[in-house]
């Protein structure tokens, strides 16, 4: 049975700072994984889709990448903004991680 | 396209009353996801759909869920009757599944805030 882990649960930095999130996962045999974002009282907000045979994905300042063999995969935001405050989440197929909840401090 | 629409947004209700939840998935896609969403538990898969034929219910929690989808364009998560520790937050999705087990990328819609008292 697939088990996503994230890391860290939450995450407070300045404005202007490059971060990194964390997903694990236990089972590599996998199509697709999926980041996301969540705004309070918001439904999920898909940002990046990373297939199996791909390694990265980048849209804007995101980047995703993907290592199976190791079970991990991390999203790198890039000059981080107070609006990029949300939970993130990673789905595995349908399984889903608890998130980290970013807070970017103006 | 506009989405994944759900109604209601939000549902308070009494314990023991029915509860229906709605979903319009998004036009063209041949999958549909329900999950429910707690502090708790977290995102959790209740049941999803391929070409309208339930592929997979052992999220459903107990007997008193149940889902249907009558066609590619409606589905419906009934609740009946309803507890207190039902209250949560029910997304529905949809996607465009690939072969086999691709489920391709998903598109959640706004969710349904339900409140059992």
């Known amino acids: 049975k697939q088990e996503v882990t994230q890391i860290p649960a939450a995450l407070s930095v300045p404005e202007g700072e490059n971060l990194v999130l964390n997903c694990s996962f236990t089972d590599s045999a996998i199509y697709n994984l999926q980041w996301f974002r969540q705004d309070p009282g918001k439904g999920l907000t898909s940002l990046l889709l990373?297939?199996?045979?791909?390694r990265e994905q980048t849209s804007g300042r995101l980047n995703a990448s993907l290592d199976k063999s190791s079970g991990r995969s991390t999203l790198y935001i890039a000059a981080s903004q107070p609006g990029d405050s949300a939970t993130y989440l990673c789905a595995l197929e349908l399984v889903f991680g608890a998130g980290t909840i970013l807070r970017v401090k103006s | 396209d506009a989405g994944v629409i759900q109604s209601p947004r939000h549902e308070v209700t009494e314990m023991g009353q029915e509860v229906t939840l709605r979903c319009k998935p998004i036009s063209g896609h041949n999958s549909l996801f329900w999950y429910r969403q707690t502090m708790m538990r977290g995102l959790e898969l209740l049941i999803y759909f391929n070409n309208n034929v339930p592929i997979d219910d052992s999220g459903m929690p107990e007997d008193r869920f149940s889902a249907k989808m009558p066609n590619a364009s409606f589905s419906t998560l009934k609740i009946q009757p309803s507890e207190p520790r039902d209250s949560a937050v029910y997304f529905c999705?949809?996607?465009?599944?690939?072969?086999?087990?691709?489920?391709?990328?998903?598109?959640f819609g706004e969710g349904s805030r339900l409140t059992v008292l």
């Open positions: 990373i297939q199996s045979s791909q």
């Open positions: 999705a949809s996607s465009l599944q690939g072969d086999q087990s691709n489920t391709g990328e998903l598109f």
